[in-house]
Structures are given as C-alpha cells and as structure tokens.
C-alpha cells in the first residue's frame, strides 16, 4: 500500500527535523518546509493528502498558507500546530476549514492517530468527488428522444413521476433507454443538483456486493485496508438508479430490502448504522412479477420498488421514431467534423423497415458504424446495405478473417443479438458468467 504523504512546514528547524523523523518512523512520507516557499508547488510534485502547518510563521502564517493550498487542493486536509495556550487561534482554524489542531509538544501517538484521521477523511473525499463525477452525467444526457404517441406518453409520465419522491420500477426490454428515462426523472426532481448513481446489479460480483452497496470499514475483511464508502451512501440526499434490479442475487435481496425500508445502511464490519436518504429508481428487462412466481425475485421487494411503475416501450412498438432517433444520433456523431451529414430517404426507409431486437442501443451502433464507414456525407441506401444489414448477416454466415478478440465481440454481439439484448440469457449460451459479459461488453465497447 502506497504511504500517506504528509506536507510539513515549520520554521523551527529542530522542532521540523526531529518530528519529521519520527514521521517517517510511523510510516508516512514526509516533505518538509521551513516556510510557504515550494508549499503550493508540492502539491503537484509530491501529492500529500495531509498538511501539517506551524500556525505562526514570520512572513505567511499557518492560516494564510492553509487557504493558498485549500484554493489549489481542496481535498487536502490541514493539521495545524499551535503554541501551548493558543486556543482561539486553533478555533479559529478549524473555522478556516482546518481538520483539526495539535498543540506543542505534542504525544507522538495523537500525532499519529490524527494525522491517519486527516489521512482517511482525504481520501473518502477524493473517492466520493471521483465516484460522483463518474456517476453524473449532465441533463443533456437526459434527453429522450422520440414523438410516436407511446413516447410523449412516456415523456408526459416521466416528468410527473419525476416532481413526487415515490420510488420507480422502470420496465422494458434491452436497450429501449430505461437508464436514459431513470436520468430525466431525476434531472427533472427536486434533487437534481444531488448525486445519480448508478448500481449496475448484475455486473456486481456476488461476494462483493454488500460492501459496493453498504461500504466497509478498515479491516472488515482480508484485503479492506482502509474504510470505504458505498455507494448507497455516496448517492445520499439524492436518487440512486438501480439498474438490472432481477440479477440482484436473492440472497442480497433482504439487505437491500432493509436499507430501503428504515433508511439506513449498516457497512460491512461496523458495528453501528447509518441514516441515509435516496430515491429509489429500479429497472429489469425480466418480468419482476414472473420473478416472485419463479422464486428468483421477492415480493417485498417489489413492493418496495414499485410505488411507481413505468413501461418504456420496445422499438417495434414505435417505429415511427426511428427515422428521428437515427438523424439525432447521426447529428451528435457528425456535427463537430462536416454538419452536412444526412440519410438519403430511401437509406431511411431501409433503417425503419429493419428489425432492432437490440432496440435503440442497437440502432444507436448502427449509426455509429455508417458514420465511421459510409464515404457520406449523404448515407445511401446502399450503404445502409453493406455496414449494417450485410454486416448481421455475416455474422450468421459465413466469417471473413478476424482475430480471437474481434470473434469474441461478434459471438457476444451475436448471442446478444439472439436473445434481444438479455445479457443473462446470452451469457449462458455462450457458457461464461454474467460478470464476465459485463467485462467483455464494456472491454470491446459494445
Ligand atoms: N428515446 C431515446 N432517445 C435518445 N437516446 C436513447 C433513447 N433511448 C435510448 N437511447 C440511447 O440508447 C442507449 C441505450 O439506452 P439505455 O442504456 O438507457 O437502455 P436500457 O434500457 O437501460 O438498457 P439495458 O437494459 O441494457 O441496461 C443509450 O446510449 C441511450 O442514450
């Protein structure tokens, strides 16, 4: 495990070197300063997550220098030392945004203790920032496309489900946008300046599912070397979307249906609860009521999950979007290099007469390859031929030369393709785990 880097500035050259040793001693990694020279600097060249500032220094103070590093690095976490009797001071650091003082002399081991502390909330600051920027995605994502009578009916759904808190069960076969519905109903709530975050429950490995869900803390387990944050905590005071609810393994199932009910989280290993408060939004391709038949789903669960329940239609349903959905996805994929980038009409006609099993995601890469491989700007027919119709056939056909990753990501396509988009069903026929489609699908970018 790499060392936690501690910043220290203090002019007291013997007070520095002395504890600077016995930091290295304790097993951080110690830059040392007499002064604000180089602070701002270091933060760039030696990453510290901690800071350890004298609080009176001639020229830049502890205080002054704590704001230069904070407007830089505002995860870095800031231990100031003050004199003995140098309360109000202190107090008035910690109001600055310091994390906590330490007053000369101080015990080594509280030296250490607080410094681990400032350490650990530094990182857990890192990882949320991190986690929630991977998990927001702008309300122009959100944008959901289409003017067939089943999607303004949807569109209408989304944005009245969005304004109450009640939780979602979004419903629909693979690939007809439930995540895409799931981001517009929380980009339109009252929560949308809040976390979206996205729990994917079938590509969750099963031994690692509660910590992902709940968190952990320091030691729970072989390998947990430090407390981590789940992600139903890291979507608090906002919506969590979880998407393939039917591959959550039953077994996670009354977990998951806790935390639902009493709003709290328990992380694996602590010994206390924690209170948080997020919208549920829940989609599955699977039919969750067939699920409570069969044995694989649980009634309370859905009951939980379901206030609310809305069907995104399948692409068949509405063929009259896909002349739209085509050109939109053209548009964003052309507009940056050539803004003349069209469908001949009768290239359109061919789009809206094939069947999209795989519904828009699969039409959604259909265009990506006419983009990439048609000489354009206007797509021909006779293009949509070749790129994208010959292509499927291809694939049952006979095979033209390919490597074993280019034949991994076809037979995957392929299965896919066979059990429109159901990635459980593709994964055993093709014999691997469900894990493991999830890794080959997002490894060849399918
Ligand atoms: N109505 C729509 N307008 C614009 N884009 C759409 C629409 N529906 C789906 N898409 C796009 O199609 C792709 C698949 O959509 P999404 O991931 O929301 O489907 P899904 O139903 O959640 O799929 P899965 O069940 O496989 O997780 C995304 O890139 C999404 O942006």
């Known amino acids: 495990m790499k060392r936690p880097r501690i910043l220290f500035v203090d002019d007291d050259d013997v007070l520095r070197r002395?504890?600077?040793?016995?930091?290295?001693?304790?097993?951080?990694?110690?830059?040392?300063?007499?002064?604000?020279?180089?602070?701002?600097?270091?933060?760039?060249?030696?990453?510290?997550?901690?800071?350890?500032?004298?609080l009176r220094m001639p020229e830049v103070g502890g205080l002054d220098l704590m704001r230069r590093?904070?407007?830089?690095?505002?995860?870095?976490?800031?231990v100031v030392l003050t004199g003995h009797g140098a309360v109000p001071e202190a107090v008035d650091a910690m109001r600055s945004g310091a994390f906590d003082f330490l007053t000369k002399p101080a015990p080594l081991d509280l030296?250490?203790?607080?410094?681990?502390?400032?350490?650990?909330?530094?990182?857990?600051?890192?990882?949320?920032?991190?986690?929630?920027?991977?998990?927001?995605?702008?309300?122009?994502?959100?944008?959901?496309?289409?003017?067939?009578?089943?999607?303004l009916e949807l569109r209408e759904l989304t944005t009245?489900?969005?304004?109450?808190?009640?939780?979602?069960?979004?419903?629909?076969?693979s690939g007809t946008g439930k995540e895409l519905v799931a981001r517009?109903?929380?980009?339109?709530?009252?929560?949308?300046?809040?976390?979206f975050v996205v729990i994917n429950c079938g590509a969750l490995p099963e031994s690692l599912i509660a910590s992902e869900l709940f968190g952990h803390e320091k030691g729970a387990f072989t390998?947990?070397?430090?407390?981590?944050?789940?992600?139903?905590?890291?979507?608090?005071?906002?919506?969590?979307?979880?998407?393939?609810?039917?591959?959550?393994?039953?077994?996670?199932?009354?977990?998951?249906?806790?935390?639902?009910?009493?709003?709290?989280?328990?992380?694996?290993?602590?010994?206390?609860?924690?209170?948080?408060?997020?919208?549920?939004?829940?989609?599955?391709?699977?039919?969750?009521?067939?699920?409570?038949?069969?044995?694989?789903?649980?009634?309370?669960?859905?009951?939980?999950?379901?206030?609310?329940?809305?069907?995104?239609?399948a692409l068949r349903d509405r063929p009259e979007d896909i002349g739209l959905l085509a050109r939109t996805f053209l548009d964003a994929q052309t507009r940056a290099?050539?803004?003349?980038?069209?469908?001949?009409?009768?290239?359109?006609?061919?789009?809206?007469r094939n069947e999209w099993p795989g519904n828009v995601r699969e039409l959604e890469n259909a265009v990506t390859r006419l983009a990439t491989l048609a000489a354009g700007p206007s797509i021909e027919a006779g293009?949509?031929?070749?790129?994208?119709?010959q292509s499927r056939r291809r694939v049952s056909g006979e095979l033209p030369t390919l490597d074993l990753e280019q034949l991994e990501g076809l037979a995957l396509q392929e299965a896919l393709r066979r059990h429109a988009g159901d990635k459980r069903a593709a994964a055993a026929e093709l014999g691997v785990s469900l894990t493991t489609v999830y890794n080959k699908l997002s490894k060849y970018g399918l």
């Open 18 to 54: 002395t504890l600077a040793r016995e930091l290295e001693n304790m097993d951080f990694a110690v830059h040392a300063l007499p002064d604000h020279h180089g602070a701002v600097d270091a933060l760039e060249e030696f990453a510290p997550t901690v800071a350890l500032l004298d």
């Open 69 to 78: 590093l904070h407007a830089v690095a505002p995860d870095l976490q800031v």
């Open 111 to 151: 030296v250490e203790s607080t410094i681990a502390r400032a350490h650990c909330h530094s990182v857990t600051l890192r990882e949320n920032r991190n986690l929630i920027r991977l998990v927001q995605r702008g309300p122009e994502g959100a944008t959901i496309v289409g003017e067939s009578q089943p999607m």
């Open 160 to 173: 009245r489900m969005a304004k109450g808190g009640a939780n979602v069960l979004i419903l629909g076969e």
């Open 184 to 195: 517009s109903i929380h980009a339109q709530s009252d929560r949308a300046d809040k976390p």
């Open 223 to 313: 390998g947990a070397d430090r407390s981590k944050v789940g992600l139903l905590e890291a979507a608090d005071g906002g919506t969590v979307f979880l998407d393939e609810i039917g591959e959550l393994p039953l077994t996670m199932q009354p977990a998951l249906l806790r935390a639902l009910q009493f709003g709290e989280i328990q992380p694996v290993g602590a010994r206390h609860t924690r209170t948080i408060d997020v919208r549920v939004l829940a989609a599955t391709h699977r039919d969750p009521v067939e699920g409570i038949t069969e044995g694989w789903f649980r009634e309370d669960l859905y009951y939980r999950l379901s206030a609310l329940v809305l069907n995104v239609p």
């Open 337 to 352: 290099r050539d803004p003349h980038w069209t469908f001949a009409p009768a290239a359109l006609e061919l789009m809206a």
């Open 383 to 389: 293009d949509v031929e070749r790129h994208v119709l």
